[in-house]
């Protein structure tokens, strides 16, 4: 028996290392040739040519690949950080707008998770029910409406047609929620007894408890917000109000060497979000309820 565990094991394991391998390939890919000259990368990637000079050398036709480069180059991320200013300013333009994206659904679904999921009071449930229904929704379906409302209220082509819908977001809400039921209610009860109101309550109790799932709400946040496409594109006219997402496909077209680099940094804050939230990230995750 103990021998057939093992074996199982063993599997699992060689099972998830190369599943595990499959999903860091592509980020390994992209690191790699950002450090190849844009003339390395061209060879590499000149499927069409490549394959028709060995087709009239009379040879077989291959495609030349490489993971590693031949010499190492920092001349893609001189090219976006230096000579392509408009990289820093999309990426500025992100930074801004999941800044506050992600500051405002944070204290909007604090405060609302708090009512729903520790204060009593009449339709509580059927009004957090309707409340949810907009997360299921499908993205498309909520769009139209979105921009009918920023264009009535004049925000179409700002920074507020993106922020405002995003800060009202009913994932927070939900995710937060979970998180406040678990809490068990003999606090809230002896600083009721204590004399200390709502806002007191929230602020002394809740909060500081509920640490864990902020830090996971701010990273599937960040990963959202970060990575968006469809808003900006339909919100957003001028090109230097865009964030860094949509860009990346443009600079990818024009050299593709500088798209590696481009697509290299743009990754950074993620990942360094998520190493430094990892601990209560988890956490979060698994008391708030959350399967993936």
């Given at each position: 028996m103990n021998r057939r565990s093992?074996?199982?094991?063993?599997?699992?394991?060689?099972?998830?290392?190369?599943?595990?391998?499959?999903m860091l390939a592509p980020i390994v890919i992209s690191f790699t040739n950002s450090l190849m000259s844009e003339q390395e990368i061209g060879s590499n990637y000149d499927l069409i040519g490549q394959?028709?000079?060995?087709?009239?050398?009379?040879?077989?036709?291959?495609v030349n690949m490489k993971i590693i480069p031949d010499w190492v180059s920092f001349e893609q991320y001189a090219k976006v950080l230096i000579a392509t200013p408009t990289y820093l300013r999309l990426f500025w333009n992100s930074v801004y707008l999941v800044t506050f994206i992600i500051g405002g659904q944070v204290i909007v679904a604090a405060l609302a998770a708090y009512a729903f999921g520790k204060l009593r009071f009449r339709g509580r449930d059927k009004l957090f029910f309707i409340y949810l229904m907009t997360m299921l929704m499908p993205f498309q379906v909520t769009l139209v409406p979105n921009y009918i409302i920023a264009d009535k209220f004049q925000l179409l082509n700002s920074a507020g047609a993106?922020?405002?819908?995003?800060?009202?977001?009913?994932?927070?809400?939900?995710?937060?929620?979970q998180f406040i039921k678990t809490l068990p209610n003999d606090y809230i009860e002896a600083a009721t007894i204590d004399g200390l109101g709502h806002w007191s309550i929230f602020l002394r109790i809740i909060v500081p408890l509920v640490k864990p799932g902020f830090a996971a709400l701010i990273v599937l946040l960040f990963v959202d917000y970060w990575n968006m496409v469809e808003q900006p594109l339909i919100f957003l006219d001028d090109d230097y109000k865009q964030p860094l997402s949509v860009y990346l496909s443009v600079i990818?077209?024009?050299?593709?060497?500088?798209?590696?680099?481009?697509?290299v940094l743009y990754m950074i804050p993620m990942v360094l979000l998520f190493l430094y939230a990892e601990t209560h990230f988890v956490q979060g995750v698994q008391m708030s309820g959350i399967k993936g």
């Open positions: 093992s074996i199982v094991k063993t599997i699992i394991t060689m099972l998830l290392s190369l599943l595990a391998i499959l394959m028709a000079v060995d087709a009239a050398s009379g040879k077989d036709a291959f993106i922020i405002l819908p995003g800060i009202f977001g009913a994932f927070g809400v939900f995710m937060l929620r990818q077209e024009e050299a593709m060497g500088v798209g590696f680099a481009a697509s």
